[in-house]
């Protein structure tokens, strides 16, 4: 499976990041696929990114899994329609919620066992 992730480059406290299509088991700093741009938060506004959008609709159109940071950095770089709805929740949100509702099931099934 490919995926859409952020390489991290820079040095301490002045990060920089690539955005890379991957194979989902190579590691974060591993090879591959395509470069797709880059991403520099400590940057000015206006100048914090470039996207080879076409390339990035291209990898989205052939089922490749953007991370939750891609997500949100296609949206503020307006790529969102292809990535989804912006009101969607967040996987981790998704994940923190289902964390929330598992412990109560459990102790209602043990209480009901004694």
Do not use: C
Not at 17 to 23: G, N
Not at 55 to 60: E, F, K, Q
Request: proline residues 7%.
């Amino acid at each position: 499976m490919v995926v859409l992730r952020l390489k991290r480059y820079g040095r301490i406290h002045s990060p920089f990041y690539r955005l890379a299509a991957a194979d989902k088991r190579s590691p974060n700093d591993g090879r591959v696929i395509e470069q797709l741009g880059w991403f520099s938060p400590t940057a000015p506004e206006g100048q914090q990114w470039k996207l080879k959008a076409d390339r990035v609709t291209h990898w989205l159109s052939v089922g490749a899994q953007p991370s939750e940071t891609v997500v949100s950095l296609l949206r503020r770089a307006e790529i969102a329609n292809t990535v989804g709805p912006k009101g969607t929740p967040s996987l981790a949100a998704v994940r923190q919620k289902a964390r929330r509702n598992a412990p109560k099931k459990v102790k209602a099934a043990e209480t009901a066992k004694k």
